[in-house]
């Protein structure tokens, strides 16, 4: 994904779980619903207990924010996250 351009978030979203998908090594730690909406280019659902209100898929967060300067597009500046987790970091938890 590193040399591959995208025409927005969305499109850079979805290719990344349709790769998540194809790999084995990464794909073992899903259950098969959520392999399957990895391999449509959906988000994984995150646990209930994991999930807030309606934010119920595993969620995508820049290391570096972009309005700091991250990329947007950049694999590296990226990690996943529950939208749980994703809310915590955000408030510095």
């Known amino acids: 994904m590193r040399d591959q351009k995208f ?3 969305d499109e850079f979203r979805r290719k990344l779980w349709e790769e998540v ?3 084995p090594e990464l794909s073992k730690n899903f259950i098969q619903s959520n392999r399957t909406r990895m391999r449509n280019g959906l988000s994984p659902r995150a646990r209930y207990k994991d999930s ?4 119920r898929s595993f969620e995508l967060h820049h290391d570096k924010q972009i309005s700091q300067g991250g990329e947007v597009y950049d694999i590296d500046n ?5 939208p749980k987790r994703h809310i ?3 408030k510095g938890k």
């Not at 807030?52 to 934010?55: E, L």
């Not at 990226?78 to 529950?82: E, W």
Request: no cysteine; glycine share 12%; proline share 0%.
């Open 88 to 90: 915590d970091i955000h």
């Open 78 to 82: 990226i990690r996943v996250a529950t």
């Open 21 to 23: 998908s194809k790999d």
């Open 52 to 55: 807030v209100g309606g934010r």
């Open 7 to 9: 025409n927005n978030f």
